[in-house]
Structures are given as structure tokens and as C-alpha cells.
């Protein structure tokens, strides 16, 4: 861990308003030399004229209490500056008649006095929130028992519980955690045992309909019931001189990281992996860091770099405005909340900003459980110009958690490039528990394509063609089905990312919904879950029932890609259509690659009720993964958007596909014979409103009719491209 005494020349980030010398800082970091003396009462060697030259030095010692008028001016002093420098301390005791010593040990025993108050408050506080949370737990479970059947008025019985009370169910667990979270911080101040509270038994939901069996997948282990985003409050006061400290040194690190090459960073045989980082080397640059790593975690170290078409000033806002970094990282980050910011830097830029934060990062499949991080993110320029965003994690201030993932230093350095361009190199260092991770992902996610520095530099690269598309101004009117109007273009794209969002957020293991797995007759199961669209312009009111199943295909994804992005072939999968004949109405290129675009379609059915129906879709590729994203949309509100109408008032329910590589390409990494080999991981999502009313209770003939629909639709598409592979 960090010495305590080795950050205090940092204390600017904290109050960017101070003005701080050098001879100041130097005063602070003396301080802290003395923080372990006595308090109010100082002890005082006697004078030269007192001392008996027969005794020993420190022999006899007597105590000097301050007076009530030294202790009041201190006291009015120590509300307007609780750290004073040696200038200030000389000043105030020639005033008020006492040693600068003497008033160097009584700040530093106020700011101890105070620190202890806060403690406490601290501590009043989580109990109130761990009583209000046992008074929910018990409603929770009274309403739970007393569940009744709507037929009969009995004991409701298995196999005829609503989604909505199996979902109060496992808020329940969630609630229960969080309550013996909270007891174990309270225990920490107080000295009080944990609360602990007796297990409810739970039932297992039985849809009765067909060949399903109860539901399984429902661990809080394998979905991180411990939901940080929801849980997690900022740092104290007393914390934050350790952040500062934690802050610069992970700035350091990630400058040697970046810089640094053999024997840090070793060359790897596969070219999917880019370099892998000596673990041994790490440890004895940098012995020190975050601690050891934990038992059961295991290290995924990687670093990539690319040159992107963006400006370094505008990356450096995407990434320390929270809501901008969400919007570009979409499929990596399913939620991140900043929950305090300690600095918004200088001069006007990010430079010195520091901020604490939670996030969750996501593979576009329910297989892969999330990662959650609380750490904070530090921004800085440094001398040559270069700008470097860290994170690192703040686990060691959760003492009673058990984290999952923890982020060492990892972020990125930004170097200008002349005509708008930048240079980018990315690191991705963290220690993670993946043993809750599906077979079938463990060699994506061992070889670092599904959370690693080559993903995160691959979507910002896709995500900078993507904004300099929606830029650009010379496009071509001649080309039939190109939108050459800078409106409608930018209103057409704009409602093309509100869908691929929209999409992002629910396809994943994201704790902030549940799935609920049905095993069927055939290999792959389903996971459905249920949501209620209120009061959003941008979704269809009612019951909105979701559906998502992963598989492996043995067929390279860009094969994959190309079936499902044309719409030639749309009619030998989508079950909707009908069999029509589909049509591509208007064209968006967005990037270099001919797959990256939106494109509005119309489907020519026989059925007269679907005449007015479009469909909406964006397919988007790079070398980590691939989507094809679509929605309905209706003719006359997409009329108004492609005359650069508002696109936020178009109700959207997206479904699509993801397709990942199934591993790097050596088949020795592979874990099971087949995967690992160049083939595909499809994961394929469904959003269906069953019912137009909010407060409707979903139908097992709903789910039963949905899982019916994704089970035929993968095998559609496993029969064209296996035959065209054939």
C-alpha cells in the first residue's frame, strides 16, 4: 500500500481555489510528521533559566492548557482554513502569544476531533438506512406469504406465481445482501455483531406450458445480486487525501505501462492477443499499487493502439463526461453513475479533473455475467502535451464487500495529430473471477477480445467514423436510396442510435434486470424477462416482453454478418415478414466497411395491416464483433423524421443480432473441441409488446408464443448458413 505521508503535495486537487506554493505544500507534507502527537494539552521543555544542569534532559516536564480567548481564535481560524501554512501558523501564534508547535499540534488534533465527528454521523446515518431496509425486507416477505390464488383465494401454488412476485422474490435476496452489507459497515464503528436473518425458502417458477421445466440460471452469483450502481455512495472527507494519493500514483503507472516494452510487455504468438504483460516484471516495477491480488481472482492484462479520427480535446470530454462515454461505449458499458467529482480541473479544460465512479461492463450476451468497478477516474495533461485518462479501483474503502473485479491502472494516453486526428493507446489491467462465465464464451473472454484494450480501441474507432459520417457534407444526391439532406440524415442517425442503445442495455447479464432461463427440448435455452414502458415518448406503453438466447455456429462472423445484414436473405429468417419481399427505402453509409450503415427497409407483405410498416436497421462491424440491429417504425413518423423532424417522439422496441468471434484463431486455446476454431457466438434478442396496458400481468401464453418465435428463428438461420457452408 502507499506510504500516508507521501501525497499531501496534492492537496490543490481537492480545492482548486487555494493558491499553493511550493513552500506551502512542503509545510503540509511536514504535518503529517507530527500526527501522532497529543491534543490540546502540549507539553513544554523548561526554559534555559529553569533546567537544573545535575538532571537529565526531558526529566521534569510540566503542561501549558490553552486559554479560552487562544482557543476561540484558533477555533474561528480553523473554520476558515483547517490546513494553515507555516506563515499563517508564525502569525496566529505571535497574536495569540504561543509557539508554532503549539499551534501546529492543535490544528492537527482539531482535524482529528472533527474526523472522529464525522465517524460518527457516518455512523447514525447507516443505521437509520439498515432500519428502513429490515422494515422493507419484512414487508417484502409478509406480502410474499400471504400470496394468494385470484381463482380460488388460497395459497397460490406452484407453477402459478406471476412474473412479478418471482421478481419481488429475488429483490428480496438482493435487499437481504445489502442489509448484511450495511451490518457489516455499522459493525465496523460500533463494535456490534452483523445482523443476520433467517433464509426464506423460494419457489422455482413453472411456466406449465408445454415441455418447459423450472427455471434455472437465477444465482446471485453468476448475475452479481450486490448491485453496485444501486448500493455504492461516494467517498468521505477522510478518504479523499488517499484518493489524491491513489489518483497520481495510477497516473504514473499508466505512463510506464503505455511507454514501456519488453520485458513488461511480451510479444504473443497469436495475433488476436496482441502483447501479454509479464506478471513478474509488474510486480517488481511497480510493488506497491492496489495490493496483492486477491485469492480466487486471476490477472487480464492487455494494450492496444490506433490512431482514430477525432480531436484529443473532444476524447478527453467523451471520456470524463459520464453520459458521452455511456453513449460511445454502449456495448461495453450497460451503466455507469459518477457519484462524486473531487476536481473539474483548470483553465477551463479537464486537466487535474478527478472523479468517483461505478460501472458495469457487458458482453452483448446473457452468458457473460457483468463486471462491476467502483474506482475513480483522474484526467491530466501532461508537459509534452499528451493527455492520459486512468482508473483504478477504490475497493480497499468497501471493506465488507467482496469484489468480483478490480481495476488496476488501466485508461488511455492521447496524442494530437495534425488534420483532427489522434493517437490512441489503451490499457486494460484487472483481476477478475470469470469462473461464472459460459464454456462456450471462456476462450473470447481468456484471449481478451471480450473486455480487453483491442475491444474498448475498436468501438471508439467504429464510434469516431460513425460521428464523422453524421459530419459530413459532401454527399451525393445521384445514388438512389441516399439521404443526401443534412437533416434528415442527422435525424435518421440520431433515431439510429437511440436504437442500438436501447438494444445494448437489455441484451446483457446486467444486474439491473433478471433473467429468467426456460429449458426447453433443444440445446439452447431462452432467457425472457419482462419490463413496463410508462410515460417514454420513445417506447410503446405496456407489458414488454423480452427474449434472448446465445449459440455457437461454426461459420466465420463476417459470413454470418453479411446473411443477416441483407435484405435479400431477410426473408429465409425473419419470421415476420411473412415471406415478403424486403426493400431498402434510403441509405446511410457510416464507415469505411460496406457493412456499416442504416438503412430503412420496406417489407411488401400480403397482409394489408403490415402496408404501413418499416423497418428500421443499422448493421455495424469491427474486428471484435459485429450487429445487426432493427425496429418497426411507422411510415408516418418516419416520414417526419427523414425531413429532419425530432427523432426522440418515435416509439422503438429493438431487436437484432450480436456475433463474436468465438476465440482467438489458434484452436489450442479453445476449451471445447469445436469453439475456438473461427467460428461464430450469436446471441439473438427479441423485444415483443404482449399487451398495451402497463399494469397487465404477462401471460404464459405470451411467453409461450415468444419462445416459440426465437427458438424458430435460430433454427431458420442455422439452416441457411450451414447449408451455404455445405
Not at 510493488?287 to 496483492?292: A, L, S
Amino acid at each position: 500500500m502507499f506510504q500516508p505521508n507521501m501525497f499531501d503535495n496534492h492537496h490543490h486537487l481537492l480545492d482548486m481555489g487555494h493558491n499553493k506554493t511550493p513552500e506551502n505544500e512542503m509545510d503540509l507534507i511536514r504535518d503529517d510528521d507530527y500526527e501522532s502527537k497529543s491534543g490540546t494539552d502540549i507539553m513544554e521543555a523548561p526554559s534555559g533559566d529553569e533546567q537544573d544542569p545535575n538532571q537529565r534532559p526531558n526529566k521534569k516536564k510540566r503542561y501549558h492548557r490553552h486559554t479560552q480567548h487562544q482557543i476561540q481564535e484558533m477555533e474561528s481560524f480553523f473554520n476558515e482554513c483547517p490546513h494553515p501554512d507555516d506563515k499563517q501558523r508564525k502569525e496566529l501564534g505571535r497574536r495569540l502569544a504561543l509557539e508554532p508547535l503549539q499551534v501546529k499540534f492543535w490544528f492537527q488534533n482539531k482535524r482529528t476531533q472533527m474526523k472522529a465527528q464525522h465517524e460518527r454521523h457516518e455512523n447514525t446515518q447507516l443505521r437509520n438506512e439498515n432500519d428502513k431496509l429490515r422494515a422493507e425486507n419484512i414487508r417484502y416477505k409478509e406480502a410474499l406469504s400471504n400470496a394468494a390464488c385470484p381463482n380460488c383465494g388460497g395459497p397460490a401454488a406452484i407453477g402459478e406465481m406471476s412474473f412479478d412476485e418471482q421478481h419481488l422474490r429475488i429483490e428480496n435476496v438482493r435487499l437481504r445482501e445489502e442489509i448484511d452489507r450495511i451490518s457489516g459497515i455499522a459493525a465496523k464503528y460500533v463494535g456490534k455483531p452483523m445482523l443476520t436473518y433467517p433464509n426464506v425458502p423460494t419457489r422455482s417458477l413453472d411456466l406449465g406450458v408445454g415441455n418447459y421445466g423450472p427455471q434455472t440460471g437465477l444465482s446471485s452469483e453468476v448475475f452479481g445480486a450486490a448491485d453496485l450502481l444501486r448500493s455504492v455512495t461516494g467517498p468521505t472527507d477522510a478518504d479523499k487525501p488517499m484518493i489524491i494519493e491513489l489518483a497520481v500514483a495510477a497516473m504514473e503507472e499508466l505512463i510506464r505501462m503505455a511507454q514501456s516494452g519488453e520485458p513488461l510487455w511480451i510479444p504473443s504468438s497469436d495475433i488476436n492477443c496482441g502483447e501479454l504483460l509479464c506478471e513478474e516484471e509488474y510486480s517488481r516495477i511497480f510493488p506497491r499499487g492496489i495490493g496483492p491480488k486477491p485469492l480466487g481472482l486471476k490477472s487480464e492484462a492487455s494494450r492496444e493502439t490506433a490512431v482514430v479520427i477525432m480531436n484529443h480535446v473532444n476524447l478527453v470530454e467523451i471520456l470524463m463526461d459520464v453520459n458521452q462515454w455511456t453513449n460511445v461505449f454502449a456495448s461495453i458499458v450497460s451503466r455507469a453513475v459518477t457519484l462524486e467529482v473531487l476536481s473539474t480541473g483548470v483553465a477551463g479544460n479537464y486537466n487535474g479533473a478527478l472523479q468517483v465512479m461505478t460501472a458495469e461492463f457487458q458482453v452483448p450476451s446473457p452468458l457473460v455475467p457483468t463486471r462491476e468497478n467502483y474506482y475513480i477516474r483522474y484526467c491530466k495533461q501532461h508537459s509534452d502535451g499528451t493527455w492520459a485518462v486512468v482508473d483504478v479501483s477504490l475497493d480497499n474503502l468497501r471493506p465488507s464487500s467482496i469484489s468480483r473485479c478490480r481495476r488496476r491502472p488501466s485508461g488511455c494516453l492521447i496524442q494530437e495529430l495534425p488534420n483532427g486526428y489522434s493517437k490512441v493507446t489503451w490499457i486494460e489491467h484487472v483481476e477478475i473471477d470469470d469462473r461464472a462465465v459460459h464454456s462456450i464464451y471462456k476462450p473470447l473472454v481468456n484471449s481478451g477480445l471480450a473486455f480487453g484494450a483491442k475491444r474498448w480501441v475498436a468501438t471508439l474507432d467504429r464510434q469516431c467514423e460513425r460521428l464523422a459520417s453524421l459530419m459530413a457534407n459532401n454527399i451525393s444526391a445521384g445514388d438512389v436510396g441516399v439521404i443526401s439532406s443534412p437533416e434528415g440524415r442527422k435525424s435518421m442517425l440520431k433515431l439510429a442510435e437511440r436504437m442500438v442503445m436501447s438494444f445494448c442495455t437489455g441484451v446483457g447479464a446486467s444486474t439491473a434486470h433478471t433473467w429468467t432461463t426456460l429449458s426447453g427440448s433443444g440445446a439452447d435455452d431462452v432467457r425472457v424477462m419482462t419490463r413496463k414502458s410508462m410515460d417514454d415518448p420513445g417506447r410503446p406503453p405496456g407489458i414488454v416482453l423480452s427474449a434472448a438466447t446465445s449459440f455457437w455456429l461454426p461459420v466465420p462472423p463476417k459470413r454470418v454478418f453479411d446473411f443477416l445484414r441483407d435484405e435479400n436473405s431477410r426473408s429465409e429468417w425473419d419470421i415476420l415478414s411473412n415471406g415478403g419481399l424486403v426493400q431498402e427505402m434510403a441509405h446511410i453509409a457510416n464507415g469505411r466497411d460496406p457493412g456499416n450503415s442504416v438503412s430503412l427497409l420496406r417489407v411488401n407483405s400480403a397482409n394489408s395491416s403490415q402496408s404501413n410498416m418499416l423497418i428500421l436497421q443499422e448493421s455495424s462491424t469491427d474486428s471484435t464483433g459485429s450487429y445487426v440491429i432493427y425496429a418497426p417504425v411507422d411510415i408516418v413518423a418516419m416520414n417526419v423524421v427523414l425531413s429532419g423532424g425530432d427523432p426522440d417522439y418515435v416509439a422503438l422496441l429493438p431487436s437484432g443480432f450480436a456475433i463474436l468471434p468465438d476465440g482467438p484463431t489458434d484452436p489450442t486455446v479453445g476449451i471445447n473441441p469445436e469453439v475456438g476454431s473461427g467460428g461464430s457466438l450469436l446471441t439473438v434478442a427479441f423485444q415483443i409488446l404482449v399487451d398495451s396496458v402497463p399494469t397487465a400481468k404477462l401471460s404464459l401464453g405470451s411467453v409461450a408464443t415468444v419462445n416459440s418465435l426465437i427458438k424458430c428463428t435460430v433454427e431458420r438461420i442455422k439452416g441457411a448458413v450451414l447449408c451455404d457452408v455445405a
